[in-house]
T-cell receptor
């Protein structure tokens, strides 16, 4: 069964430092998509970045990059030069391509950026 | 403006009183989904729909019903709500044609069942 694990319930990081949020996944499918979402204290869910299982390069979107290690089944989010506005809850999610169109989320990591 | 609209945003009600949370999207998306968010548990998928008249169970479907009679609407129905369904609910939609389509979320509905 598909599963997403985020092992860091909370993190504190100094402003301007880089931060890595961990995500490991479990699937028997060869085709799948991995997503990261941000949820600020205001509650909305914001899409950050996507990585496909067949993508050969790690995805990047501005200050966000995804450290994709397929053999280890990990898809860690890296935020460079963190800002106070990065303080939020972050969720990793996966959708398999085998015909089961469920989407599963991890339990999230709450990130606190310290001034 | 492309958006997913949920109503109501907040609801306090009592055990056993049927309620419906509406969800509508204006992006012509095939895929629609309902999630509940509980502290320490992340988001869990309740039901999803790949297209009109096609719905499937997510990981926590018990106590919920959905329907997809039109492409834009995907209401969530609690026929006999119970206190353990107190939660924050999100509706989301995406283009169903590819794995790389992110979910577009509504603003959430905070539901309290007394």
């Amino acid at each position: 069964a598909q599963k997403i694990t985020q092992t860091q319930p909370g993190m504190f990081v100094q402003e301007k430092e880089a931060v890595t949020l961990d995500c490991t996944y479990d699937t028997s499918d060869q085709s799948y998509g991995l997503f990261w979402y941000k949820q600020p204290s205001s509650g909305e869910m914001i899409f950050l970045i996507y990585q496909g299982s067949y993508d050969e390069q790690n995805a990047t979107e501005g200050r966000y990059s995804l450290n994709f290690q397929k053999a280890r089944k990990s898809a860690n989010l890296v935020i460079s030069a963190s800002q106070l506005g990065d303080s939020a809850m972050y969720f990793c999610a996966m959708r398999e391509g085998s015909g089961d169109d469920k989407i599963i989320f991890g339990k999230g990591t709450r990130l606190h950026i310290l001034p | 403006e492309a958006q997913v609209t949920q109503n109501p945003r907040y609801l306090i009600t009592v055990t056993g009183k049927k309620l419906t949370v509406t969800c509508s999207q204006n992006m012509n998306h095939e895929y629609m989904s309902w999630y509940r968010q509980d502290p320490g548990l992340g988001l869990r998928q309740i039901y999803y729909s790949m297209n009109v008249e096609v719905t499937d169970k997510g990981d926590v479907p018990e106590g919920y019903k959905v329907s997809r009679k039109e492409k834009r609407n995907f209401p969530l129905i609690l026929e006999s709500p119970s206190p353990n369904q107190t939660s924050l609910y999100f509706c989301a939609s995406s283009s169903g044609t590819g794995l790389n389509q992110p979910q577009h979320f509504g603003d959430g509905t905070r539901l309290s069942i007394l």
